[in-house]
């Protein structure tokens, strides 16, 4: 269905893994693996010797033209530095198209940037403070999110604490680009990147969505302030910290969360499964396991095959019979135009209660 997938390989390798890693990517290549995503330059290169496309990882820190055109020998897209500005972008971008450098494909390279999602609280996500702190290397794929907790300050010399507007002193809001998003196309980004890491199903069909219909309003001439702000209603009910823009802007200092955890406005709660599924009726089946489901409701059923699908009920039957709200313990009925599959989970999706 030209669905691409991407193997992330950007961790620190040492010298007694380099047989496993060529190992891993072998496997990848044999397997249908588009694209494997490095920063360490052993990756780079032997990805590359397989025949591999390679993308470049935002770990490299590539902030110019001429480390770009180091690396353009083995890659075909960037991921640029995130503290670069869009005008220090765009200058990159023009030095592409006037040098005309290419990759292995013998296309420009092309420029990506992180478009929404998490934030590092480090210069191009190179931190150590779960390695200092519980010996887990964020730069091998164990981060333990040291920075997203709470702290307070003490003055070391009398033991006094400071008084900060914040405790979450080095927790980043998170990215969200889609009201310029006119502006870095405008700059040369050509790809953008979420960050999705352990995010649900429901974070990735919104956010992406979002941002497809984005990028298509860009390319039809309707992009403007309406949509935006329907936009980032939207991507606040899934996940996410707070907004802000980045460094793209101007901006050099962050934004830091006021809280532990989401500032999502929507939240989801289990209902039960889905048992059955009537095709030709487009009907669904569900046991209510853990509450009531009332007509007007809405709910999102969630599965490996299914993905993520949402349905405003506007009709509830129990036993055939027609029925404002179905109880909790009862198997009811409600329309569904998706083929859902069994086991499928069923949840309540409404508005988070606000701490």
Known sequence: KGLKSYLTLNVVVYDEEIEQMKRIVDVASQSGISTVIASDLAVIKYAFSTGMEVHLSTHLNISNIEALKFYAQWADVVVLARELNLDQTKKIYEAIVSEDIRGPKGERVKIEMFAHGALCMAISGKCYLSLHDSNKSANRGNCYQICRRGYTVTEKETGEQLDIENQYIMSPKDLCTIGFLDRMIGAGVRVFKIEGRARSAEYVRTVSECYNEAVGAVIDGSYGEEKVK????????????????????????GEWNDRYGSSATMEKVYLGKVTNYFTKLKVAEIKLETSDLKRGDTVLVIGPTTGVVRYEVDEIRVDMEKTDIARKGEHCSIPAVDYLRRSDKVFLWKKREQR
């Open 230 to 253: 329907g936009w980032r209603e939207r991507l606040a009910t899934v996940f996410n910290r707070g907004f802000w823009d980045g460094y793209y802007l101007g901006q050099r200092l």
